[in-house]
Structure formats: structure tokens, C-alpha cells
């Protein structure tokens, strides 16, 4: 499992982060659950597979562009979460230190009529698979 150098580059990256992020670390209660839910594969979910440091799932985009710059400035790699499958458990892992930026909130489904054309966020696929079976 990866950890931060420090409790004082713990404390600067939680600061670095806007206040109204959902935020889920190792200290936090649902943490482990919710990393469990994303793994669907043998290979993530093993024991010794490397933690993300937080996971953040944001409501707003403020909230994500929050968490690419803070994670950017503390060096720790991203891997962002959308919904769909991730079989390879690609967005789960990592060899570096990472944060995973869950995109769950972004959910909205937006269809034009008129332009016959379709808007979803990240989020939405397992909604739209709801919808389409």
C-alpha cells in the first residue's frame, strides 16, 4: 500500500482540495468498501494490490479540476473512475502513488430530438444500461 512522506504532505494535500469534495481515505470508515465495489477482477482485488491514497468523488467540475491540480502539485497520479466496467482494473491501480477520481455524481443524460444527438457524462453508463435493458 502507498503512503504519503509525511503528515504535513497529508495535511497540505487535504488543504489543497476543495472543502465541499467527498473525500474517502485510508482513516475513513467507507473507504474500504467503496474500493471494494470497484474491483472486478482477482487481479485489483488482491490484498496486496497498491491502494489509491484518497478517493474523491466530486459534484461539481470545479471538483474535479480541484483534484487534477492538487493531485498534480502532491505528485500523485490519477485514475478516474467513470462507472463503466473496468475489467482490467485499470482505473483501481497503479505502481506509482494515485488518487482515483470517482465521476459517479456525473450522471446527467441530455438527449436533442431536433439533432437527434445524445449528451451523457462519465457517470451515466450505468444508468443508460438501466435504460437500455
Known sequence: MFCSTSSSTDESFFHCLNASLQIYSLN?????????SYHETIRTSSFRAPKPFVIVTPNLESGIQAALLCSKKHGFEIRMRSGGRDSEGLSTTSNVPFIIIDLVNFRKITIDMDDETAWLQAGAFPVLACLLS
Do not use: K
Not at 28 to 36: A, N
Open 28 to 36: 475513513t470508515t467507507s473507504y474500504s468498501s467503496l474500493l471494494s
